[in-house]
């Protein structure tokens, strides 16, 4: 009895295990159809979307037509127009102020007259210097006329064949040198004939002294043709040394190099504005010597855009850099400049007003940077608020797409999508690119493909490889 129990219980036991499995069995398989049937929706849908994206054609703002062009990369700050504050007035010529013309407060233009000064005695220095100039003048030149003249004469008796002297002087020469050489002959052949023993040594004395006297007169004629060619350079080289002297005394500007200075003094004697602007200051009074700083000016026409660089972009900004200036005022219009100073020291923040126990009231330091404004625009005014881009780097034959458009690989290479035509239709494709400048919105690419009109989708996810695709308008 016990054992019919007991296999009936184990009977049971079975029965309720493989009750259990078959549950299980039948909750999987459920779980699997749903998945399957969610992978089907899910395809269709994606192929639904796509075919419905090939039908209709992608919108403008849905890709980007490449095409090569300049990348910049900028900074933008705020800055107020400024004047360069104030132009110093000076006179070149110290003479006694007769007259001044304006009053501090005054607006002036450019080369109005501001002061006269008294040029009485400058008048009378120049009228006597110009009578010194025409007596000095035509005596140098007669100077100079006598002084060519001898160095001509000089020159001509520098010739052998037109100086008397030299001439004279080389026939003597030519008659003592031919007596020499007769004479010589005459006594070496009877030196000859007095060792043979017909000559007597009388005779030979005779023949020998004969010798001795035409190689001395031939020598005398040798030095004094030598002496009278001297002689001829000495005169011809003092000559041209005289007339030299005399031709530098003529040619002498000094003289009028005084004059035009008085002159430019003269002209110097009306104190003009060099700019257009209000007078600030006059230290100029009649009476008075004309040194110093006689005006001082503030000009409206030399401003600036003074700015503020944050620490963090203050290494970037250099000198001679481009920037782009806008205004309320002047609305749409970009007004160009440069920079043209960076301060090295951090502007100093008021410290009363800050509460320095709190670090929320903590501030990045900043740099006072001058902008030079290249366009002279009549609406820029001083005190004017402005926003100021300046130009960091630009690059020529550059591609940017948007950051959207790019998208990795299965090898996380980064890459974009592109529509490419093939025949009727646009086919979806994938070239491989690598970036370069980044900024908020676009990225700079590189890449063997990249070329002037490929169109990039700009959202590369909402495709698959190998699809079509219409592009309206195209």
Known sequence: MKELIKNKSSNNGTNMNSSKEKRFSIKLNKKLIIIVIFMIIVGSGFKITNEILANEGLKEDKYTILKSGKNINKINVKGEVKSENTTNVYSSVTLTIKEVKVNIGDKVKINDVLAILDTSKLEDQIKELEATIVTSHSSNKIALDKAKAVYDNALALGSDEKNGDIKSAETALNAAKLDFENKKRIYENNKILFNCGS????????????YENAKNTFKKCTVALNNIKTKVQLDLTTAKNNYDLARTKYEDNSQRISLQ?????????????????????????????????????????????????????????KKGQKTEIKTDATGTDIIQGEVISVQPIAKVEDKDLLNLND??????????TKIKINDKNHKLKIGMKAKVDIILSEKDGIYTVPSESIIKDKDNNECLYIADKEEKNYIIKQIPITKGTETDLNVEVFGEDIKDGIIVLNNPSDYEIGNKVKINRR
Request: hydrophobic share 35%; charged share 30%.
């Open 359 to 368: 670090d929320s009231n903590d501030r990045e330091a900043e740099f006072e």
């Open 261 to 317: 200075n008085l002159k430019k003094d003269l002209n110097n004697a009306v104190i003009k504005s060099p700019v257009d602007g209000i007078v600030s200051a006059k230290n100029a009074s009649v009476g008075n010597p004309s040194s110093g700083i006689l005006f001082e000016i503030k000009d409206n026409n030399n401003i600036t855009v003074n700015v503020n660089v944050k620490e963090v972009d203050v290494e970037k900004i």
């Open 199 to 210: 000559v007597a040594k009388q005779d030979l004395k005779e023949y020998e002294i004969s």
